[in-house]
């Protein structure tokens, strides 16, 4: 445990910060963090799936979230193409090499886990067990990448002797690993985005490709003369109907939102967090270039509930120091 760390320790009650999954509506959580520290409210553990253990693990590693805001604000169209980069790797469209140096950039130097400021977990899923993983010890930079790993777009990560993707598969919203590092009072931030039919405006970008495809394809003869079909069934939605059907992107899309979903529901019911903040955010395939709208639900979300949260931090923080006087 890091001298700070310790220091913390016994100060009032242990307050614990869940942040969920979310991609690139965590510039949310940024949000959060802003407000919660102008607010003087401390901050003794975070536990964070993918986007969240992104933004968590900056923080317990003593990085201003005025620091990781300007990481948001200077994403462009460049930066989020550099990050996704196709490298086509055996088990991953990319290897996840640039978004690591992205990371070490914002993270800075190497640290452990173990020796962060403010107690950390990064949410991770094991590929070949589905288990769960909570990597609270080892290489920060490792245990966020693994946690924000996800499946088939990025290569998965070793960490000892484990294969990890992305957390956000199995704990979306790490409830229970934030109570595991000591948490007394959980503020948990949810960012997923509900199930959603897909957009005109998304439904148009995947029509041109589709368009662009296809008259490519028919331009070679060489290739199967049913192929430009086969692309017209992928891409356009089917007319006639009362809702059109979502293009290939789409089904996969809405397929892991819907899960998510379900495991988020499971977990709220049997381990509620003291505190849920739910920022308004809109979902967009092109959100990493939307992040000033992030970052201000983030922050209008949490000061609707620091109200909430300053009762219970305080309330239990004067039963324990009664407690400790008698």
Same mark, same amino acid.
């Given at each position: ?76 169209? %460049? /930066? ?14 990319? *290897?996840?090499?640039?978004? &690591?140096?992205?990371? @070490? ?13 403010? @107690?950390? %977990? ?7 067990? $589905? ?5 609270? *010890?080892? =290489?920060?930079?490792? %245990?966020?990448?693994? *946690? ?11 960490? $000892? ?14 409830? $229970? ?24 405006? $998304? ?8 368009? &662009? +495809? ?11 003369? #049913?192929? =430009?079909?086969?692309? %017209?069934?992928?891409?356009? =939605? ?8 979502? #293009? ?6 809405? *397929?892991?939102?819907? +899960? ?15 505190? +849920? ?12 270039? &939307? ?26 923080? /004067? ?5 400790? &006087?008698?």
């Amino acid at each position: 445990m890091s001298r700070s760390r310790k220091k913390a320790a016994g100060r009032g009650p242990r307050v614990g910060l869940a942040l969920a999954a979310g991609g690139a509506r965590g510039a949310a959580h940024t949000g959060v963090l802003k407000v919660l520290c102008g607010a003087g409210i401390p901050i003794h553990c975070i536990a964070g799936s993918s986007i969240g253990a992104v933004v968590g693990g900056a923080h317990a590693a003593g990085i201003p979230p005025e620091r990781v805001e300007q990481e948001w604000l200077s994403a462009d169209l %460049a /930066k989020v193409v550099r990050a996704f980069f196709p490298t086509l790797t055996r088990s991953g469209i990319s *290897s996840g090499t640039e978004k &690591r140096r992205i990371l @070490a950039s914002v993270l800075g130097g190497a640290p452990q886990i173990e020796e962060l400021p403010v @107690a950390f %977990a990064a949410m991770a899923c094991d590929m070949h067990s $589905g288990e769960p993983v909570s990597l609270t *010890s080892g =290489p920060l930079l490792d %245990a966020v990448q693994a *946690s924000a790993s996800i499946p088939g777009v990025f290569r998965p990560v070793r960490v $000892g002797d484990r294969v990890l993707v992305d957390g956000g598969l199995v704990d979306p919203l790490p409830i $229970g690993a934030c109570r595991e590092l000591g948490a007394e009072v959980v503020i948990a931030v949810d960012i997923l985005p509900a199930p959603h039919g897909e957009s005109m405006g $998304g439904q148009r970008v995947w029509d041109r490709v589709g368009e &662009r +495809l296809r008259d490519t394809f028919r331009e070679q003869r060489w290739l199967p003369g #049913n192929l =430009p079909d086969l692309l %017209a069934e992928v891409f356009d =939605p089917k007319v006639g109907t009362a809702m059109p059907l979502p #293009n290939l992107t789409g089904v996969i899309s809405q *397929s892991i939102i819907i +899960l998510q979903h379900r495991i988020l529901a499971l977990e709220l019911e049997r381990d509620p967090p003291d505190v +849920l903040i739910r920022p308004a955010v809109s979902y967009s395939t092109m959100g990493y270039l &939307r992040a000033p709208d992030g970052i201000r639900a983030g922050e209008e979300a949490a000061t609707r509930a620091l109200p909430e949260i300053r009762r219970l931090v305080l309330g239990k923080g /004067k039963r324990a120091a009664a407690a400790r &006087r008698g």
